[in-house]
């Protein structure tokens, strides 16, 4: 079936609320069953279809990006379990406002009446208002629905969260948002001006915000209708909603985390994309280059030595050309990477010795490195026994340089990849000296 094949719909509105009600709002679903998107937590054997069959909700938290249906679901499931629907923003609403829907829930309750309080933007509360919930949640008098599109798991305090079920709602697919373009065809009893290609350029334009896409509907909707419209038209008139990207939220962190993996996993072409979904969505380009920087040493590490260098040079060029004539050399430095040699080894050796150091605690070096520039310090043992590398053959003495009683480690195991194939060589060279000089650690 085509994607912007007419379909049917459950419900009419009357053509007069276009023009006094917004189109997201005249369209919202009336029902559960009409939500569109949501399927895998809507079904009968997911989370929210299960909870409602058997009748009853407990607290919860939707998750998702903006435009996916958060308030709808909230509504509706108040609707399918007959409880009262309280709306609250969490932008908006401090302690105070909380005490009264609080009080107005316990009257409803005295009366056989539940509340379903749904917090928009529940991220927004600080840790007094979420605390401020625990109470209510815990003695019945409300049935909490927080939405947000942050992580809960940083945004929300552990007491409220161990409280709650977290659903997590996705971004509307191209059929979701072809499935809305119908809806609104068939309840408006019009059709879009619109050729098919524009149609699917009107769902690129949303980028999975069902909210967006009819607000692009509704921009369609006041053009001449004696003329169909080609995506090229559409491009012209309307504008792409902006990435979502948010430098202060998790998603922030997210493509960050798929810049780094796409590296290590040597594909540059992800991580290219990922690098100007980054910078596409208003990130500050010397973020990427200090990611990127980290990343020369975390993950390519010693195998190509080169790769910190060309990162180093590459944000160089940026502070003195900016964008966009600086924003290729971030490019080439993401490819660099991407195609460079990998090795942890070093990053490896870094968290054990630090580990090793924590437990050692305060354990001296050996005397026989430790220098003794006065009498005393000499009587006592100070510098005594000590062999000059550079006059012992090979220049290698092979002695102990950690503490006394301190087993031999091994921190660093390089591996058999780009430059440090060759620092292998060097470990074992020098292994092979200090067995063959009788381990002179003891």
Known sequence: MDLFEESGSTTKRLPAEAG????????????????????????????????????????????????????????????????????????FSGVADLKKAFQAARDRLRLGQGTLLFIDEIHRFNKTQLDALLPVMEDGTVTVCGATTENPSFSVNKAVLSRCQ????????????????????????????????????????ADGDGRALLNLVESVLTWPADHIYSAKEVGSRLSRRAAQYDRASDGHYSIASAIQKSIRGSDPEAAIYWVHRALEGGEDPRFVLRRLTMIAWEDVGLADPEASRVCLSAWDTYEKLGSPEGDLAITQATIYLALAPKSNAGYVAHKAARADAKRSGSEPPPMHI?????????????GKGYQYDHDAPDSFSGQNFFPEGMERPQH?????????RELSKRVRYFEKLRQERGDKSD
């Open 20 to 91: 006094t009600r917004p189109l997201a709002d005249m369209l919202r679903p009336r029902a559960i069953e009409e939500v569109i998107g949501q399927e895998k937590l809507l079904a009968e054997d997911g989370p929210l279809g299960a909870m409602l069959a058997a009748g009853k909700i407990s607290s919860l938290i939707l998750w998702g990006p903006t435009g996916v249906g958060k308030t709808t679901i909230g509504r509706l499931l108040a609707v399918k379990t007959d409880l009262h629907f309280e709306q609250i923003s969490a932008i």
């Open 166 to 205: 977290v659903m997590v709602l996705e971004r509307l697919n191209e059929n979701a948002l072809a499935a809305m373009i119908g809806r609104a065809e068939a309840e408006l009893d019009t059709s879009l001006p619109l050729e098919d290609e524009a149609k699917g350029l009107l769902c690129a334009m």
């Open 370 to 382: 430790i220098n003794g520039p006065t009498a005393m310090m000499k009587n006592l043992g100070y």
């Open 412 to 420: 660093y195991d390089p591996v058999e990849r780009g430059f440090e």
